[in-house]
């Protein structure tokens, strides 16, 4: 016992002299939270962002250990680490992934804090640095998988190419600035781009960004590195075909991220327009919103305008990024006639589809507000938590952690027969297993259900107090 108390006495007293030590730097700056109780993931999209970008640089620092920044290296050492480095093809899938993971958990907090009206509370910096921050994230993600070199790859760079060399007055050298003279000089920059330049210029704009206090969910997180595991299994990523500058390239699309932007330039109208001017529009709209909107209206329901704003603009995003995998099915015609889109069904449809959605979010909104009585504040509805009790949560609980056991013995079976997409995607449910354990044990939390009963037995006891006695009127009878 009074070892235990000894070396409890040590930690502490390390704890303390570490926490005064970093009294005055910018970690102890930032307040994290661990949530006792279950939270929407939407409140913390953006710490989830920044955790997926501290697992992207620990996975990509090892794929640096072996890939070869070359024309003749660079396919074939990432060939390499698929298939002879140990863990080689887990780590790859786990970055590819992840990586994709990042840019939609970006687009999602981002109308996250759009809708939710978050730039209104004196968030214009942070606001603005995190369309920035999203917008430097979709070009790590497409300067990292253009470094595998293939066919898909040559197809996005030259898509690069192409819009800053059509960019006006100082295109050409822009150009020349980014991408050099030739394949060697653009694989070397686009391989420091991403490595170096574009993680250090996101992590100075983070410091900017990041609020004062940030919640992190281990439930949450674990089960995303979860379903990363997972889809890495389901469909795990390719090499696809080695770029050869002496044979043209064959039909590809670029990621979903771009496929959008990719189809606004196959209309062949000019580059810059189509493939600069367009989709900066769409971001000059979220950039100017906080200095435009000015009421004091905070939720999505009480600002028609910009809710619809942008509801259109996510049918946008939809309809572009769908029609970017579009490939004309007759093989008989060569490459440029099966990508091209025409114009006139692309832009119509868009339109009509975008001027739709506005007008029915708009109009629906409109109606239902002159529904509300003036004054009258509905009624919130306050949802009762499920709690377990102590025989079914140690079952659950049991059961849980016994499935964690087999699932681990039956990874490393996979992995050892060598089948390790069936390896990485048991991996992505033993995370999941492990978010669940997490949060039926804080659901069960014995000392959270203890406050919260004190709590309410305070409440009401508090409220019994303060009810005036009604005096009870006897009617007395003599005989």
């Known amino acids: 016992m009074a070892a235990t108390s000894k070396k409890q006495s040590i930690i502490s007293k390390f704890w303390d002299y570490t926490m005064n030590r970093l009294n005055r730097t910018v970690f102890l700056g930032l307040k994290f939270t661990m949530p006792q109780k279950f939270l929407s993931p939407m409140g913390f999209s953006g710490m989830l962002t920044f955790c997926l970008f501290l697992l992207l640089g620990v996975t990509g620092a090892f794929l640096m250990l072996f890939y070869v920044p070359g024309i003749e290296g660079a396919f074939d050492s990432v060939e390499f680490i698929d298939e002879e480095i ?155 075909v080695k770029f050869d500058p002496n044979h043209p390239p064959g039909i590809t699309v670029p990621e979903w991220y771009l496929t959008g932007l990719y189809a606004f330039i196959r209309t062949g109208f000019d580059k810059f327009i189509t493939g600069g001017l367009l989709p900066g529009l769409l971001i000059a709209m979220f950039l100017f919103v906080p200095f435009i909107d000015h009421s004091r209206k905070i939720s999505w329901k009480d600002r028609p305008f910009f809710s619809a704003l942008g509801i259109a603009s996510i049918t946008q995003i939809f309809i572009t990024t769908i029609w970017g995998f579009y490939v004309h099915p007759d093989p008989t015609k060569n490459l440029t006639e099966r990508l091209f889109i025409e114009p006139i069904p692309f832009y119509s449809v868009m339109l009509i589809s975008v001027v739709f959605s506005f007008v029915v979010v708009y109009g629906f909104l409109k109606a239902r507000a002159a529904l509300v009585v003036p004054g009258k504040r509905p009624t919130p509805t306050k949802q009762t938590p499920l709690i377990l009790n102590t025989f079914w949560t140690y079952a659950v609980l049991i059961s849980l952690v016994i499935f964690e056991v087999i699932l681990n013995g039956m990874a490393l079976m996979a992995y050892a027969g060598g089948l390790w997409a069936l390896a990485l995607f048991e991996t992505g449910a033993i995370f999941c297993i492990f978010g669940i354990i997490a949060h039926v044990y804080r659901s069960y939390n014995p000392k959270v259900i203890a406050a919260e009963k004190a709590a309410k037995d305070a409440a009401a006891k508090a409220a019994n107090e303060t009810e005036v006695p009604v005096p009870t009127i006897t009617n007395s009878k003599t005989d």
């Not at 109308?111 to 640095?129: A, C, D, H, L, P």
């Not at 197809?155 to 006006?168: D, Q, R």
């Not at 020349?176 to 100075?204: C, E, K, N, T």
Request: no cysteine; charged share 10%.
């Open 86 to 240: 140990p863990y080689g093809f887990a780590i790859r899938n786990i970055h590819y992934h992840g990586s994709n993971a990042m840019v939609f958990m970006a687009v999602l907090h981002l109308y996250y804090q759009y809708f939710s009206g978050r730039y209104k509370i004196k968030n214009e910096m942070i606001w603005v640095t995190g369309m920035i921050l999203g917008v430097i994230t979709i070009l790590e993600a497409f300067t990292g998988y253009n470094l595998l070199f293939n066919d898909r790859a040559e197809l996005a760079v030259s898509i690069g190419v192409s819009l800053t060399v059509f960019s006006p007055i100082i295109g050409p050298t822009l150009a020349q600035m980014i991408w050099g003279q030739g394949f060697s000089d653009f694989l070397i920059r686009l391989y420091a781009l991403h490595v170096f330049i574009i993680p250090i210029v996101m992590g100075i704009l983070m410091f900017v960004h990041f609020p004062r206090f940030l919640v992190f969910d281990l439930p949450m997180w674990s089960t995303m590195v979860g379903i990363i595991l997972i889809t890495g299994g389901i469909f795990p990523v390719e090499m696809g």
